[in-house]
Every structure is written in structure tokens, then in C-alpha cells.
């Protein structure tokens, strides 16, 4: 039995003898020496990476609370490579930091949560899970103490994590009520629509809104996104955002699979409002992480047509998407931590005439934003394109009406910042940035990714293999 949930908790282990490690290496005072402190962590996170690709066979523990797939390995192996090479852009400014031991921990600890959250088996489980995984963002958006946005950033956070959970608590209340019961194949046997059935849905459906900033639960988004250190923006952007993502298809396809007439109208009002008000308000923002932020808002809304598919072509597109986005997203807040952190630049027409001073910047900004786009060949294009044939499945065609109007707004929205980098004149140019050979690599990868992933036919036949599995 020991060994048993060794091996199907691999992840889960991995990642707190991590955390041990960190808090030994945190008393010997090793992080004091944070150049030697990074190197150890970057290989402990190899390793991690590595581990995740050793096959394992699916599994439950602890009567169903806990259960492993091929779909939830794949998942949380995307959640790794993220990590991964978030925490190599960013080892400069985590060396200037001062505090990488506190940095790591808290960070590790919302990744064991996003584990114990994708493997859960009974709501509970699922819950404990989400919690750990939102907790210590609160702490690490306000990592940056000499700063009065990151302060105010992790306020906003805990603020709206706490009635994001207090709304999905009263939910998960209702729906015991409902059912009896809170395991996942419980409920799927005895579930109804029902009042209160429908009820308990919209209050846990809410509940992880907020944490996929889904309009009108969006409020936080952008503050947070704007005051948080640039690399907690870009680790709640990708890392955080897909996670629940990951989860949030599995409740919906199972556990409230018999309920899909109802959630289908509910997701498709979602997806259009997140869709619209994130272009819109993307189109007023100067500030780079501001804009980043209601872009995120309207993936968030793409992710949610191919949601309203409810077939497990909406499990392949969705997947599939989060990989490209989460490739452009670490892509393109890896240009902006750089050019900030050495410039103090941060808005849109600070990047005027990008181009001539940081062309390999310029470029590779240009291709990440063309996949969020949509703009072929980039791999951002196949998945908009699964995205949507995956909503066409359910005859919504309201819905896909405003995906392809908003298609186009968001390519406008997108070229404001291409225009400003290769056309715009600049009133001053802009320094050569000092180009770290980590961030370069991540760069790179990103790039090769984006690309390639749109032709890597076997990639996403892999996915549609295992995801029957959820």
C-alpha cells in the first residue's frame, strides 16, 4: 500500500521533498548565497520535470479520494514545464530578491495544491486542494515589500480569494444537501436538475470563475496582475489560470455532466461577456501587464467556446490551447520582465521602435502575440481553430458568431502593440537590454514551441488518446 501511493502520488511527493529540501537548505543559510541556491533549485526543478515523463499506471487511493490518469500525469506535466521555465526567466530577479528560500516554498506549495486539486475524487479533496494552491499567491503577489502595488496586490488577492471561497463553500453545502453525498462518482449517480441542484452549481460555478477571472468575477485581475512581481504575473497567468482550468473540465463533463442543458447557456454567456470586455478594456490599457491581464480575460472567454463543445474534442482543444497559451504567455512576460527590470519601461509606447534596439525581443513578442491572435502558421491558429470547431459541436452558433467578431478585435488589439514596436517613431530609443543567457533559452523554447506544436499532429492525438480518461 506504501509503496502503492509512492508511486501514484509521485508528483505530490516530488514536490514536498522539495519543500524539505528548500526549508534545509533555508536553515543551513545556503540561500544566502543566491546564485549557488538557484543552481540547486533549477536542477531540483529538472529532475521534477524529468520524473513526470516516467510512466505510471492509473490508480485510486484512499477509497477514490485521490485518483491518477494519463490525462491528469499530461496535465500536471504541463504545470511543470511551466514552472520550469518560469523559475529560469526569472532567476535574476529572484537572486535580487533576496528571499529565494521563501520564494521557492511558497510557490511549491500552490503547485502541491494544483496537484492534490487535479487528482481529487470527492469535492473536499478538491476544495483542500484549491485552497492550497490560492493561499500562498496571496503572499507571493505581495512578495515585493518596498512596493506599495505589490502590497496592495496581495491584499486584492486574499480579499477576493476569500469570498471566491466563502461562494463555492455555501455551493458545496447546497449540493451535499442535494445528493447526500460528495464523492465524484456519488454525485454523478444521483444527481438531478433539480432547484436546489442548480443552485448549488451556480454558487460553485461562481466560485471558480473568480479563480479563472472570468467576466463579471474579474475585478481583481487586473490590479493584481499590474502589482504583483512580473514573475507571480506570469506564474498566476499560466500556471494558476490552467490549473483550474485543467479541474474545472473535469467537474463540469462528470460530476455535473447530467446537467449540461443547464451549464451550457451558463458558459456560453460567460465565454461571450469574458470574450468582449477583455478585448475592449485590452484596448485602453498603456500599461503592458495591464493589457496582458484583459488578454487573459479574453482567452479565458476562447477557452469557454471550446468548453460549450461538452465532447471530449472540447477536452482535446482545451488542453491542446492551454499548452500554446501557456508557451506565449511565459514568452511574452519573460520580454517584459527583462526590458522592466533593466529599463524600468513597462508601457506600450515605452516599446515604440523595439525593433531597432532589441530586435530579437521584438520578434519573438511579435510571434507570441500573433498565437494568442490566432494568426497563422503560429500554433496559436490550430488552436483558436479546434477551440471553435470544438463549440460548433453544440450547435451554438450564437456563440460562435461573437468568437469570430471578437477573433478580430483581439488581432486588432494584438497589432497595437506590433505597430508600436515596428512602425511607431520612437520619442527615445529605447537601451540594448543585457540579454541573460536562462531567458534566452526560455525564449527559444517558447518559440520552437509555438511553432511546431501547430504541425505537431501527434501531439494532440496523443491527447485525444487519454482524454476519455477524465
Aim: hydrophobic share 55%; proline share 2%; glycine share 8%.
Amino acid at each position: 500500500m506504501i509503496n502503492e501511493s509512492i508511486i501514484i502520488m509521485r508528483f505530490e511527493w516530488l514536490i514536498s521533498l522539495m519543500i524539505v529540501v528548500l526549508f534545509i537548505l533555508n536553515l543551513m543559510g545556503v540561500d544566502k548565497k543566491p546564485e549557488r541556491f538557484m543552481n540547486i533549485v533549477n536542477v531540483m526543478l529538472i529532475i521534477n520535470f524529468v520524473a513526470g515523463f516516467i510512466p505510471i499506471k492509473d490508480g485510486y487511493l484512499f477509497q477514490g479520494f485521490y485518483h491518477t490518469t494519463a490525462l491528469i500525469v499530461l496535465e500536471k506535466n504541463i504545470l511543470n514545464l511551466g514552472l520550469l521555465l518560469i523559475a529560469f526567466s526569472a532567476k535574476q530577479w529572484i537572486i535580487e530578491s533576496k528571499r529565494p528560500a521563501e520564494f521557492f516554498m511558497l510557490m511549491f506549495s500552490s503547485v502541491l495544491g494544483m496537484y492534490v486539486m487535479l487528482s481529487s475524487g470527492h469535492i473536499l479533496v478538491l476544495y483542500l486542494g484549491l485552497e492550497l494552491s490560492s493561499l500562498p499567491l496571496a503572499a507571493l503577489a505581495a512578495f515585493n515589500t518596498d512596493s506599495r502595488k505589490s502590497s496592495e496586490a496581495g491584499v486584492k488577492y486574499i480579499l477576493s480569494s476569500a469570498f471566491s471561497t466563502g461562494i463555492t463553500l455555501f455551493g458545496i453545502s447546497l449540493l451535499y444537501g442535494a445528493v447526500g453525498n460528495l464523492g465524484f462518482d456519488a454525485i454523478i449517480q444521483h444527481i438531478h436538475e433539480d432547484a436546489l441542484t442548480l443552485t448549488a452549481f451556480v454558487f460553485i460555478l461562481a466560485g471558480f470563475s473568480f479563480k479563472m477571472s472570468i467576466v463579471p468575477f474579474h475585478m481583481w485581475t487586473a490590479d493584481v496582475f499590474e502589482g504583483a512581481p512580473t514573475p507571480v504575473t506570469n506564474y498566476l497567468a499560466v500556471v494558476s489560470k490552467g490549473s483550474v482550468i485543467f479541474i474545472f473540465i473535469t467537474v463540469l463533463y462528470t460530476v455535473f455532466g447530467k446537467l449540461e442543458n443547464a451549464w451550457l447557456l451558463a458558459i456560453s454567456v460567460l465565454s461571450v461577456m469574458s470574450m468582449t470586455v477583455g478585448n475592449i478594456f485590452a484596448l485602453r490599457q498603456q500599461n503592458l501587464k495591464r493589457f496582458l491581464a484583459f488578454s487573459s480575460i479574453a482567452q479565458v472567454g476562447f477557452v469557454l467556446v471550446g468548453i460549450a463543445g461538452a465532447s471530449n474534442m472540447g477536452t482535446d482543444s482545451v488542453v491542446y490551447f492551454l499548452v500554446i497559451y501557456l508557451l506565449s504567455n511565459i514568452a511574452l512576460f519573460s520580454i517584459v520582465e527583462a526590458i522592466s527590470d533593466e529599463t524600468g519601461k513597462i508601457t506600450i509606447s515605452d516599446y515604440k521602435g523595439l525593433y531597432k534596439s532589441n530586435p530579437f525581443y521584438a520578434i519573438i513578442f511579435t510571434v507570441a502575440l500573433f498565437s494568442l491572435a490566432g494568426v497563422p502558421p503560429t500554433a496559436g491558429f490550430f488552436g483558436k481553430l479546434f477551440l471553435l470547431t470544438s463549440g460548433m459541436g453544440s450547435g451554438m452558433y450564437v456563440l460562435l458568431g461573437f468568437a469570430t467578431v471578437n477573433l478580430v478585435l483581439s488581432l486588432y488589439t494584438y497589432l497595437r502593440v506590433v505597430k508600436a514596436m515596428f512602425i511607431d517613431k520612437e520619442e527615445e530609443r529605447m537601451p540594448v537590454v543585457k540579454k541573460s543567457l536562462l531567458t534566452n533559452f526560455v525564449l527559444a523554447v517558447c518559440l520552437i514551441g509555438i511553432i511546431i506544436l501547430g504541425f505537431a499532429g501527434v501531439f494532440y492525438q496523443y491527447i485525444d488518446s487519454i482524454s476519455s480518461q477524465l
